[in-house]
């Protein structure tokens, strides 16, 4: 996926999981599609559903190290980058697509 597909699909789960935006899985989905306009509807709810799955990863991990410590380290977002891309088997920059939003928010 390119930069923009990646930055597109991020803002997309985060409205959806964070927001509760779009009323429902179908309707995020149907939306995502709208902005990657030249891909595949099956491929689509795959990265969808696989981005939820990496975002919830990511939720998970940043509020654990939260309640260990405080301020975050770039060293430990790197850490939490590398734990993300092993357990979903996905690209850096999809790893680390959520752990700003996530520690911030």
């Known amino acids: 996926m390119t930069e923009k ?5 991020t803002d997309v789960i985060v409205r959806y999981c964070a927001h509760g935006q779009y009323g429902s899985e179908q309707k995020a989905v149907h ?11 099956t491929r689509v709810k795959e990265i969808f ?3 939820i799955r990496i975002y919830k990863t990511t939720k ?3 509020e654990k190290k939260l309640k260990n410590n405080l301020h975050f380290k770039e060293s430990l ?17 999809e790893a680390g697509a959520y752990l700003n939003w996530c520690y911030f928010f």
Request: aromatic fraction near 2%; charged fraction near 35%.
């Open 77 to 93: 977002f790197e850490k939490l980058r590398n734990e993300i891309r092993q357990r979903h088997d996905c690209e850096v920059i």
């Open 49 to 51: 559903q696989n981005h």
């Open 60 to 62: 998970v991990l940043v």
């Open 31 to 41: 939306a995502l599609k709208k902005r990657l306009n030249n891909m595949d509807s």
């Open 5 to 9: 597909e990646i930055e597109i699909l």
